[in-house]
């Protein structure tokens, strides 16, 4: 997380997820501890928070709508550990795509993705918050409606490469080496059902990957 993004988080904590409650910027400092967070507390932080928070009197924020909702999609779709299962209730769909758009920004070496229904929608809504010169592959089942011409375009600024093929069933993706099994097809996931992802471990990661590449090559 950004400083900005956990300096919002420990408002909420502090307002205990309420609107409007005023809380003290000096409160949010002596809550902030380097050794856990790993970066160092910066005084722009508030300003940079703002949409999130809002000031509300002199050295004084509160929480918005906005930065209520953001902290409840972190604490809904975050995993427990680096490896196991995440749960989306249905209808959330949001939560589902702002999970996997993190993951995707912050790709450095490549992203293998495998999907059996594919659609126009997964550009905006996923795709382009990859890196554009990061390697990116699609092995896809089916277009049911826009993907094969959006994804030419796409192509055109993105280090991008689709392959279809009817060889596989289940749905996965792998972003620097770490494999996830995603229940759902990417283009509506959690949207009128609910949606299960599984992060892997380094070893089943490893797997994982062979298995697209063999797709990939059409063995």
Known sequence: ????????????????????????????????????????????????????IDPCGRGKVCLTEEGIEYIESLIQVLPLSRTGLTLFKKGSTHSFDKFLRSVFKKATKNVDIADTYVAGNIFDNLLDEIPKTIPTRLLYGSDIGGFISKSKRFAREYNFQTKESRQFHDRFLIVDGKGYIVGPSLKDAADKKPATLVVLSDLDSKKLSDLFSDLWSGK
């Open 1 to 52: 997380m950004s400083g900005e993004e956990v300096f919002v988080a420990i408002v909420f904590f502090l307002a205990k997820g309420k609107k409007k409650l005023e809380i003290e910027i000096k409160s949010v400092k002596r809550n902030w501890s380097k050794i856990l967070i790993g970066k160092t507390y910066n005084p722009s932080f508030p300003y940079r928070a703002q949409g999130h």
